[in-house]
């Protein structure tokens, strides 16, 4: 069975950075099997696709909200998902989820899924939150 273990998050002004890290354990490889991404879900709204990285771990997404801000990113060795995230809004404020969206599946594939709020599996969530 899979066990997301996420850390990272916290309290940060306006502008500030976090950097939110996902690792995966229980065999499974994040970079040979699974597109991955991050959800972020603020109270009364719908869960958001923030950011995937594709099997390639080259090939990456974001939502047009965090583009230029948001990095993902993944290392193979420590099979550990990150997502870098600078200057920071209020709006920014959520639960930030890592999630394992389809094993091996095209880019195509793991993009729709990211849009859609489904995931193969997920972590309990790591909070950030932004003030003003």
């Known amino acids: 069975q899979v066990q997301v273990v996420e850390s990272g998050g916290g309290s940060v002004q306006t502008g500030g950075s976090l950097k939110l890290s996902c690792a995966l354990q229980g065999g499974i490889s994040t970079t040979s099997q699974y597109c991955m991404g991050w959800f972020r879900q603020a109270p009364g709204k719908e869960r958001e696709g923030v950011a995937a990285?594709?099997?390639?771990?080259?090939?990456?997404y974001y939502a047009d909200s965090v583009r230029g801000r948001f990095t993902v990113s993944r290392d193979r060795a420590k099979n550990t998902l990150y997502l870098q995230l600078n200057n920071l809004l209020p709006e920014d404020t959520a639960m930030y989820y890592c999630?394992?969206?389809?094993?091996?599946?095209?880019?195509?594939?793991?993009?729709?899924?990211?849009?859609?709020?489904?995931?193969?599996?997920r972590g309990q969530g790591t909070q950030v939150t932004v003030s003003s």
């Open positions: 999630a394992g969206l389809c094993a091996g599946c095209t880019d195509d594939y793991c993009f729709n899924v990211s849009q859609s709020g489904r995931s193969v599996f």
């Open positions: 990285i594709y099997t390639d771990a080259e090939t990456t």
